[in-house]
């Protein structure tokens, strides 16, 4: 793939991309040093002159296209995405698809969501006023993403965002920053000017220095704990966006469809090799049910097809990078020398690693309250649903959760009392729909994505309030 030219003039040298699974260079990207972030940020302070200028027909239908234009190329895009981030071909498949997905959303909410009119005359004192609000741009707006959906992910933030207006300064992962690329390549193709999107290709230092600076208006970001944090403490005055994760518990109660459960926590526990932020990491199965639930579940695991991604029939391929497998096999590890007992997996190969599961974790341990994001599912006997409950709301932060029940008293109940920014029913938590708010609870929890929460969230009210003349009483005579 060819490096955007105008990177050209800033870059200071190139990242090579390679295949996780076989390690092979699949592509060249520039690699930008912080200190040309000013240069990026003054190229996308234009952009964002013009795009708010554009109307909203111009938006939505620029989107509109870009949309046409990737589902046109869908196989060539699910190809990218198998090479640079090791999805196996069906997940691709289904990532492009839902991108094309969020584009449309986007392209609607640049039409429908212009504001509304405010009632300032159902207010003593305020009757002779009327007027509305409007949805305005926020200027710059810097969009970090991960590896993990390296191209649906983009869109959330690049759809959203030209919907209302702004320009983007895009940070894509570096270690699957080609499908990013492209779909940037793929907006000018359908119409949207220079500059409304900068892609800029390079390390950390780069990054800090882009969502430090004074002329950013927002910092919208996926990604991890730490590096969340450190943008908080470096991003100043601005407006944040963050999903940095979780570590999703499902309850299987036992009145539950038994064969649909073990299904839905399979795909839910392993999609993209676990690494899936709202993958299913921790099963409380009630005890009536746990072992035969433990016996279907672990056989349906050692059933997947485990190896290269570009296969039609592989069902789960690499992990990003070797030592991203080899950090989820220590935290394995750690977890088996505290008691832990392994009922399958646990197999390193490179940057495979087997889906594992484990049962009779120790509750202290990293496995149990930090998000593992790879292949791993823990698996823990209940008594009843308070317990469960309580077990499920341990980690301090949280995203997705679920439950498996007949009961739509105990569906409710869970659905209540489940700390998460989403509870899914007979269903796993691994389940979004790319128009639904989408976020965390508790720590780190900062604003909602999901395209109509993300345009909110990228957009300001602007209030316009017309006071009408006040008729003058005649002049007695």
Known sequence: MNVPTFQDGVASGFIAVTNPFDGAEIGKIADIPPESAQMLIQAARDGARVCRNLSRYERAR???????????????????????AGKTLRQAQKEVLRCVNTLKLSADEARRNGGEVVPFDAYAGSEKRQGWFSREPLGVIVAITPSNDPLNLV??????????????????????????????????????PPNIVVVANGGAA???????????????????????????????????????????????????????????????AYWAAGQNCIGTQRILIHSDIYERFKGRFVALTQSLKVGDPALPDTDIGPMITAQAAKQTARVVNDAIRLGAKL????????????????????????????????????????????????????PEYSLHSGIFTADLEVALKAADALEAGGVMINDSSDYR???????????????????????EEMTQPKVVCIRRAIEKRPEAQ
């Open 62 to 84: 620029i989107l509109e296209n870009c949309a046409s234009l990737v589902d046109r190329d869908k196989e060539a895009f699910a190809a990218l995405i198998v090479s640079e």
């Open 155 to 192: 869109a959330h933030k690049l759809g959203p965002a030209i919907a209302g207006g702004n320009s983007v300064v895009l940070k894509p992962s570096e270690l699957a920053p080609l499908s990013a690329i492209r779909l940037a390549d793929y907006l000018v193709a359908a119409g949207l």
């Open 206 to 268: 780069l990054g800090e220095a882009l969502v430090s600076a004074r002329d950013v208006r927002m910092v919208s970001f996926t990604g991890g704990f730490v590096t969340g944090e450190k943008i908080a403490r470096a991003a100043g005055l601005k407006k944040l966006a963050m999903d940095l994760g979780g570590n999703a518990p499902v309850i299987v109660m036992s009145d539950c469809d038994l064969e649909d459960a073990v299904e839905c926590c399979v795909s839910g």
């Open 343 to 394: 009922l399958s997996g646990n197999i390193l190969d490179g940057a495979v690693y087997a889906p594992t599961v484990l049962e009779d974790v120790d509750f202290g341990c990293d496995l149990w309250r930090q998000e593992v994001f790879g292949p791993v599912v823990v698996l823990q006997r209940i008594e009843s649903l308070d317990e469960a409950l309580a077990l499920a709301n341990t």
């Open 433 to 455: 729909f790319d128009a639904m708010p989408f976020g965390g609870f508790k720590y780190g929890s900062l604003g909602r994505e999901g395209v109509r929460f993300a345009y």
